[in-house]
């Protein structure tokens, strides 16, 4: 596991402040942020390569703070790969196994056992210099991984590559970790990822922890205005919320004001508040029905994102709103800019951050 207590690295002008965080044991972690963030940075606070202004950074238990980097037993893959560009593939593989000092006996085994695995045994006695990116990035995980780490922390590995490879290789390194049982730390700018790939999520921004949490918490369920925008909730409205009944329920209902909008909501809180109403939340018709949402309100369509099997509706409801609906139902409901549709969502849907 990695546990880091309150962390300040200072990096020129820029410094990670009071950051804490904790993956278990074999657990898949991913960091996600804005450009400038401190997301690498954070990474090599954790590998030793960054020097701490204050703060303690814990292994399976064991404090490494003052530990050197070959000593904190852990794999790190940079964006950049950082190969080896006079060795081949089988000496850069092996590079790793060598600095763990492991024997000669061993290193060919592991090798070997890795090549295959990632599906580049036809290139180990080829130089680095021709491979693709895909193949690189092939190349550069297996290094990593070659000494045996127990924690591996990957720096947007697929950064560099094309969608079907980041596909492959995403897919590839899911089996890895369930087979292999490697604690991960990986930085991405990929949602996608993201979802798919962690069983925690932690947000950073301009270099502290923003939220942490599930995937499912911080997409869902984000914990500030920032996150909400950052994560793509896609509707984030400042205003004001008041409550509507008594004073013993809590939660309770309110109203919220705010973008020249009026909304009925449910709520723990009074006063300013952002309202967050997530696009596949958003129900569209072609006319009024009598339904169980609260919220109602006719918009025109002012244009049409096709991304594959889903759309994104943009409207105009007095101020922008993005609803999220199947092409097909986009298609089979006749929506078109210009055209107009109800909108409805239920008063549970708007998230006050």
């Known amino acids: 596991m990695i546990r880091l207590e309150h962390l300040h690295v200072r990096v020129g002008a820029f410094a990670l402040s009071d950051i804490s965080l904790e993956v278990p044991q074999g657990g898949y972690a991913l960091i996600i942020g804005p450009t400038g963030s401190g997301k690498t940075t954070l990474l090599e606070a954790i590998a030793g390569h960054a020097r701490l202004g204050a703060g303690r950074v814990f292994m399976h238990g ?81 290094r990593a991984l070659a000494p045996k780490p127990s924690i591996l922390l990957l720096d947007e590995p697929f950064a560099a590559v094309d969608p079907s490879t980041r596909q492959m290789l995403r897919r590839e390194l899911q089996e890895l970790h369930a087979r292999e049982g490697i604690t991960t730390l990986q930085v991405t700018h990929d949602f996608d990822e993201a979802l798919r790939l962690g069983d925690l999520v932690a947000v950073l921004a301009e270099g502290r922890i923003a939220q942490s949490g599930t995937p499912e918490q911080v997409f869902r369920y984000p914990n500030s205005a920032f996150v909400a925008r950052f994560v793509g909730s896609g509707n984030v409205i400042a205003g004001m ?67 594959g099997p889903v759309s994104m509706i943009h409207l105009d409801v007095g101020r922008p709103l993005i609803a999220s ?16 549709v109800v909108v409805a969502f239920k008063a549970t849907a708007v998230l006050l951050v």
């Not at 020249?260 to 596949?280: F, K, M, S, T």
């Not at 609906?325 to 107009?340: C, I």
């Open 62 to 142: 064991d404090d490494v703070t003052d530990l050197p980097p070959e000593r904190r037993g852990l794999g790190f893959v940079y964006q950049q790969y950082h190969l080896f560009p006079h060795l081949t593939v089988r000496q850069n593989i092996s590079y790793g196994i060598a600095a763990a000092r492991r024997n000669g006996g061993e290193s060919a085994t592991r090798v070997e056992e890795l090549s295959d695995m990632l599906a580049i045994t036809p290139l180990l006695d080829r130089s680095v210099r021709g491979l693709s990116g895909g193949e690189q990035q092939r190349v550069a995980l297996a």
């Open 325 to 340: 609906v199947t092409s097909a139902s986009a298609e089979e409901m006749g929506l078109r800019p210009g055209g107009q």
């Open 241 to 307: 919320v008041e409550r509507t009944n008594g004073e013993s329920e809590e939660p309770f209902r309110g109203r919220f004001f705010g973008g020249g909008l009026q909304l009925d909501v449910v709520a723990n809180r009074e006063g300013p508040a952002h309202a967050v109403i997530r696009p596949e939340d958003i129900v569209l018709s072609l006319r009024p029905h009598p339904d169980s949402a609260r919220n109602h309100m006719t918009a025109q369509i002012v244009r049409i994102e096709r991304l």
